[in-house]
């Protein structure tokens, strides 16, 4: 490796820009390729975003529906069938830290237990909601529900 081989690397430089409004032998000179007169000739020009040179924008042709309640409660749905894969490994305590622990449900999330599949062994399940299938279902193999 000599000094007269190196260069940098691939991507790493850019070529500068053209220096525009330097005079007239430069070619980019006089109205700095701007076009004449106008708003986009003029400096501290900008466009809002969706600006369409004055046609209606696409964001208020379309029509607006729904509604977003900004109330709403969302709950992480765990179903009967993930609880007996745990019950399975030999966890019969189930509150929130054992979901977050197995992947099940995100840091900040609320737990809902659901009915789908089956459970057959006895578990002590602290959760922030139960749907009534479930409840029944934890209750009928002789475990017990509580919530958070």
Do not use: C, W
Request: proline share 3%.
């Amino acid at each position: 490796m000599k000094l007269h081989t190196l260069k940098p690397a691939a991507g790493s430089t850019h070529r500068e820009g053209k220096r525009v409004g330097r005079g007239e032998g430069s070619g980019k000179g006089g109205t700095a390729a701007r076009g004449h007169k106008g708003a986009g000739s003029r400096s501290g020009t900008s466009t809002k975003r969706g600006f369409e040179g004055g046609q209606m924008p696409l964001y208020r042709r379309i029509p607006k529906f729904g509604f977003k309640n900004m109330n709403r409660i969302e709950y992480a749905p765990i179903n009967l069938d993930k609880l007996q894969e745990l019950a399975e490994k030999g966890i019969t305590k189930i509150d929130s830290q054992i979901l977050r622990d197995n992947g099940l449900i995100g840091k900040k999330d609320l737990v809902k237990i659901l009915g789908r599949g089956e459970i057959k062994i006895a578990m002590e399940i602290k959760a922030d909601k139960f749907s009534e299938a479930a409840q029944k279902a934890v209750e009928a193999v002789g475990g017990s529900i509580s919530n958070n």
